[in-house]
C-alpha cells in the first residue's frame, strides 16, 4: 500500500546532484592492508582482541568489549595483523587501529554462519555480533536501539530511504538492488521485537525504487510505502518521524519514547543479508562523487579501505582537491587528507574542486527571516547567533537550540552566508560542558 508523507515539515530545496543514480555497485580490488579503528561507533570503543603478527579471517572479530553500548570490529581482509597503534581519526582524536596486511586468499573465518535465533534475546545477541551500526550516519550501535527499555510499547518500525543529501546515491542503489534483503530485515526485525507494522520511507524523486517496493510488497499489509516530498532534511530522524507518524520527538527523548524505531534502509537490508549468510559487517557501500573525481561511482569497499585507494578506483583525481568530505556536503565532515580509512557509518566520499569548495565570506545579518522558515524544528538561529556571541548560554537554552538537528537548512537559505549552523553546534557543545562540569561540581 502507498501512503503519501505529511508534508508538514519545513525544509528547503537543494540541488540533487544524483549523478551516480543509475551505475551499478562496483567492487573495488582488494587494498594490500586495512586499518581497522576500535572507535566506529557511538559509545564505548573497542579493544583489539589479536595481536602482532597473528593470521586473521574475513569476519573473524579483531575489536570488542564486554560492554553493551558497543559494537564488535571484524576483519575485512585475511592476512596477518602487522600493528596495532594509534592513528589521528577524521575526529582529530587519537584512536587505535588493527593494521592487517592481506594475503589476497579472502578466507572465510569458520565462526561465520547463520545465526540461530529463538527469541528476541537470541535476535538482540546477533545484531550485536553483526557489528552493526546505524548507517545512515549517527553510528548509533543497532543492538542498543533494538533494545529499549520499554519495548513492549514500540509498535512502529521506520526504514529510512530518503536519501536526501545532494550527490549521495549508495542507499538508492541498496533499495535497487539489495531490495529482498531489506525485506527480509524488515520481517525479521518486525517478528522477533514484537512489531506490528513498518513504514518505508522514499522520497518522490525515487519513482524507481518505489514501484520495485509496490511490486515486491504485495500482499504484506503490515509493510506501507510512505512516498515523500523531495525536501530536504526529510531523512532527518525527527522529521521522517513527523512525516510517516504525525508524532512529536521532544528534544531529549528517543523514538522508541513514542512507540516507534527508526533505522537507515542500509542498515535493515544489512541485517537481511546477516540473517542468511552470518557475514558480519565487513564492506561498505559508498558513493564517490565530486568534480575532483576522475569517475564517479557507487562502491563496495572493505572497511579500513584508506580513500586514496577509493578515489583510484575511480581513476584517481583529474584535478588537486581542494575540499574531502565523509559523508553529504550538507552534514557529513570535511577531513584534511586522504590517507583516512573508510569506517562503518561513511555513505560518501565527495572531492571537491576549487569552485565547488569555494565559500563566501559572511556579512552582517539583514533580518530577513530564511533561516526561520527553513529550520525543520522551528527554531530562531539569528537570536541563537547572537547569544552565543554574547556568551549568553542560558538564552540559548531558552531558545531551545538543543533542538537543532545540525541539518544546515538555516546556513544554506542565508543570504549573508552566515555558518548558523555551526554556531549552533558549538553552542551546544559549550551548554553540556558547562552542564557536565556543574554535574562534577566543579561550577
Keep these: 500500500m502507498k501512503l503519501?508523507?505529511?508534508?508538514?515539515?519545513?525544509?528547503?530545496?537543494?540541488?540533487?546532484?544524483?549523478?551516480?543514480?543509475?551505475?551499478?555497485?562496483?567492487?573495488?580490488?582488494?587494498?594490500?592492508?586495512?586499518?581497522?579503528?576500535?572507535?566506529?561507533?557511538?559509545?564505548?570503543?573497542?579493544?583489539?582482541?589479536?595481536?602482532?603478527?597473528?593470521?586473521?579471517?574475513?569476519?573473524?572479530?579483531?575489536?570488542?568489549?564486554d560492554v553493551f553500548f558497543s559494537a564488535p570490529v571484524h576483519a575485512s581482509v585475511s592476512g596477518k595483523v602487522v600493528s596495532v597503534e594509534k592513528i589521528m581519526s577524521i575526529m582529530g582524536t587519537m584512536d587505535r587501529h588493527v593494521v592487517i596486511e592481506a594475503d589476497g586468499n579472502q578466507t572465510m573465518w569458520e565462526g561465520v554462519k547463520p545465526p540461530v535465533v529463538e527469541n528476541t534475546q537470541d535476535f538482540i545477541q546477533a545484531v550485536r555480533s553483526s557489528g552493526i551500526v546505524g548507517l545512515g550516519g549517527a553510528a548509533f550501535p543497532v543492538s542498543v536501539k533494538y533494545s529499549p527499555q520499554n519495548l513492549e510499547m514500540v509498535d512502529t518500525l521506520i526504514v529510512n530511504g530518503a536519501e536526501c543529501e545532494p550527490y549521495i546515491t549508495s542507499d538508492y542503489r541498496t533499495m535497487m538492488e539489495d531490495t529482498n534483503y531489506i525485506i527480509d530485515g524488515i520481517e525479521a526485525t518486525m517478528k522477533w521485537l514484537g512489531l506490528k507494522e513498518c513504514y518505508i520511507a522514499i522520497e518522490d524523486n525515487k519513482p524507481e525504487a518505489i514501484a520495485k517496493?509496490?511490486?515486491?510488497?504485495?500482499?504484506?499489509?503490515?509493510?506501507?510505502?510512505?512516498?515523500?516530498?523531495?525536501?530536504?532534511?526529510?531523512?532527518?530522524?525527527?522529521?521522517?518521524i513527523r512525516e510517516t507518524t504525525g508524532k512529536i520527538l521532544l528534544p531529549g527523548k528517543l523514538p522508541a519514547d513514542i512507540g516507534v524505531l527508526v533505522s537507515n534502509v542500509a542498515t535493515v537490508g544489512f541485517l537481511g543479508k546477516y540473517m542468511a549468510?552470518?557475514?558480519?559487517?565487513?564492506?561498505?557501500?559508498?558513493?564517490?562523487?565530486?568534480?575532483?573525481?576522475?569517475?564517479?561511482?557507487?562502491?563496495?569497499?572493505?572497511?579500513?579501505?584508506?580513500?586514496?585507494?577509493?578515489?583510484?578506483?575511480?581513476?584517481g583525481y583529474k584535478e588537486p582537491p581542494a575540499k574531502i568530505i565523509m559523508g553529504g556536503p550538507m552534514m557529513g565532515r570535511a577531513i584534511y587528507n586522504d590517507g583516512k580509512p573508510l569506517i562503518k557509518n561513511n555513505n560518501a566520499i565527495l572531492a571537491f574542486d576549487a569552485k565547488q569548495a569555494h565559500l563566501e565570506e559572511e556579512s552582517p545579518c539583514i533580518n530577513c527571516g530564511r533561516c526561520i522558515r527553513a529550520c525543520p524544528t522551528n527554531l530562531m538561529p539569528t537570536l541563537m547567533n547572537?547569544?552565543?556571541?554574547?556568551?549568553?548560554?542560558?538564552?540559548?537554552?531558552?531558545?531551545?537550540?538543543?533542538?537543532?538537528?545540525?541539518?544546515?537548512?538555516?546556513?544554506?537559505?542565508?543570504?549573508?552566508?552566515?555558518?548558523?549552523?555551526?554556531?549552533?553546534?558549538?553552542?551546544?557543545?559549550?551548554?553540556?560542558?558547562?552542564?557536565?562540569?556543574?554535574?562534577?561540581g566543579r561550577l
Design 277 to 315: 549468510t552470518g557475514i558480519p559487517l565487513i564492506d561498505k557501500r559508498i558513493t564517490v562523487d565530486g568534480l575532483a573525481v576522475t569517475t564517479p561511482k557507487n562502491l563496495l569497499v572493505p572497511l579500513g579501505t584508506k580513500i586514496y585507494k577509493i578515489i583510484e578506483a575511480c581513476g
Design 386 to 440: 547572537r547569544a552565543y556571541y554574547n556568551n549568553d548560554w542560558e538564552e540559548m537554552k531558552r531558545l531551545n537550540v538543543m533542538a537543532c538537528i545540525g541539518c544546515g537548512c538555516c546556513s544554506y537559505v542565508c543570504p549573508s552566508k552566515r555558518m548558523l549552523n555551526i554556531v549552533h553546534s558549538l553552542g551546544k557543545s559549550k551548554i553540556k560542558e558547562m552542564e557536565a562540569a556543574e554535574k562534577n
Design 4 to 65: 503519501f508523507g505529511n508534508g508538514i515539515t519545513r525544509g528547503i530545496h537543494v540541488e540533487h546532484h544524483k549523478n551516480t543514480k543509475n551505475m551499478a555497485t562496483e567492487t573495488i580490488d582488494l587494498p594490500d592492508r586495512v586499518y581497522l579503528s576500535m572507535v566506529q561507533h557511538i559509545g564505548v570503543r573497542c579493544n583489539p582482541i589479536v595481536g602482532v603478527g597473528e593470521h586473521v579471517d574475513v569476519g573473524q572479530p579483531v575489536g570488542d568489549t
Design 213 to 240: 517496493f509496490y511490486e515486491m510488497l504485495e500482499g504484506k499489509y503490515n509493510i506501507r510505502i510512505v512516498i515523500l516530498k523531495s525536501k530536504y532534511p526529510r531523512g532527518a530522524e525527527k522529521v521522517i
